[in-house]
């Protein structure tokens, strides 16, 4: 009779039993099943201790050995496989990394002034082209009103002369060309006014949830000083640096298990790739990774830390 351990060679039935005798008996679970004969069914060994402490105790000896005993009974054709299969399950291989928000924005306005109005507070959600924030801005609406009353009147004095100089010749045609200068002129400064008006107020770039406004109504704001924070966390990026050798195997657009800590635990994601870093960095021998998961019911809270399986 003879016996396969681990699929490495033939072996006797002695052969067995001193190596499950030996002191450095491997951490391992016995498990043997019958195969070679119609009439044996299989059999097998119920794990014989707890994950990863691996079968020295006597316990475990005294089954394997008298598996060995009743193997010996058995007809001498049949062929007996037994595997020493390791207590402890191979780890599954993953990749730390970091979620952020799609759209992270801080916004600022381009002037100074005093804020006079929040028209939004933190946590509530803006659409694109909100005005969350507003500058003191009477001398920038009387001067964009002045300059449309002198456009309105160049273009009345335009829009005359053409008139004239078409139906009855009585203007030359340069003073028709001086009036359509003059209006064109008018114009451009009621653009740049209705510009120094709108720059008076802070408004949404996107579509995101408001997270700071840094000033209170009364308050000075510096030129570019960071007033308010928005983010949409409706989809989010996760962020790891791999090992290249996982890299390599990786595709664009490739779906991939994600797990993200959560306040009620490990929360499972699907992420797409949509970014390979080309090079790897040559101090760490990392690559960069970057695949984006949708949110939109908001579980994932943007800046918790998760892993990349790379199963």
């Known amino acids: 009779m003879r016996w396969i351990i681990n699929n490495w060679a033939s072996t006797e039935v002695g052969s067995v039993s001193a190596l499950l005798n030996k002191g ?32 020295h105790s006597a316990t475990s000896l005294l089954r394997a050995r008298r598996f060995l005993y009743y193997a010996r009974i058995l007809p001498a054709a049949t062929v007996f496989i037994l595997t020493l299969a390791s207590g402890r399950a ?108 709108r720059r008076r107020q802070v408004i949404a770039p996107l579509a995101g949830t408001v997270t700071e406004i840094t000033l209170e109504v009364g308050e000075a704001c510096q030129p570019y000083q960071p007033l308010v924070r928005i983010v949409d966390v409706r989809r989010c990026h996760f962020i790891t640096n791999l090992e290249a050798r996982f890299g390599a195997g990786l595709k664009m657009g490739q779906t991939m298990k994600l797990e993200i800590a959560g306040g009620s635990g490990t929360m499972a994601v699907q992420g797409k790739i949509i970014f390979l870093s080309p090079v790897v960095d040559a101090a760490s021998g990392l690559q960069r990774v970057k695949l984006l998961f949708d949110n939109v019911d908001g579980k994932v809270q943007p800046g918790v830390a998760g892993k990349l399986i790379l199963e």
Not at 29 to 55: H, K, M, W, Y
Not at 109 to 133: L, N, Q, Y
Request: hydrophobic letters at 35%.
């Open 24 to 55: 450095g008996t491997p951490r391992c679970d016995v498990r043997a099943d019958f195969s070679g004969a119609t009439n044996i069914r299989p059999v097998e060994f119920a794990p014989l201790t707890s994950p990863g402490q691996g079968c």
């Open 90 to 197: 191979a780890e599954v291989p993953s990749s730390a990394g970091i979620t952020e928000p799609v759209l992270d924005v801080t916004l600022s306005a381009p002037v100074a002034g005093i804020v006079t109005a929040r028209r939004f507070a933190e946590g509530d959600f803006v659409k694109e082209g909100d005005v969350i924030v507003e500058l003191d801005k009477k001398l920038e609406e009387l001067e964009t009103e002045r300059r449309k009353l002198v456009r309105d009147q160049k273009w009345n004095d335009f829009d005359a002369t053409r008139k004239l100089f078409t139906t009855t010749k009585g203007v030359s045609k340069e003073d028709v060309e001086k009036k359509e200068v003059e209006f064109k002129v008018a114009a451009v400064e009621y653009d740049m006014a209705a510009e120094q008006l």
